[in-house]
Nanobody, 125 residues
């Protein structure tokens, strides 16, 4: 089984930055090729933010992040990151880390096999 644990959330003022981390562990790590960040605001559906595959290729929900966020991963540390800059109040949400056995840059909820518990990000105006 694979475990994903997010950290780095918190409260920040609009225009500020946060860096989220997702640490992976478990005996099936070799099967985890693609990882992603999703987010879910109160009363809304969970939505795709960004994904990165084993080789570092990435894909963003451009409509959401518009160059403000950067996803990365350190395979040696088994950790994925999301650098979030120029945060806006509408970025307030629970951010989830997800892992997929799929080798491609997939963006659907059903494409991901493993999920973290989420970390709260609150951006005040």
């Amino acid at each position: 089984q694979v475990q994903l644990v997010e950290s780095g959330g918190g409260v920040v003022q609009a225009g500020g930055s946060l860096r989220l981390s997702c640490a992976a562990s478990g005996r099936t790590l070799l099967n985890m090729y693609t990882m992603a960040w999703f987010r879910q605001a109160a009363g809304k559906e969970r939505e795709f933010v960004a994904t990165v595959n084993w080789s570092g290729q990435d894909l963003y929900n451009v409509g959401l992040v518009k160059g403000r966020f950067a996803i990365s991963r350190d395979n040696a540390k088994k950790t994925m990151y999301l650098q979030m800059n120029t945060l806006k109040p509408e970025d307030t949400a629970v951010y989830y880390c997800a892992g997929s056995r799929n080798v491609g840059l997939v963006t659907g909820l059903d494409d991901y096999n493993y999920w973290g518990q989420g970390t709260q990000v609150t951006v005040s105006s």
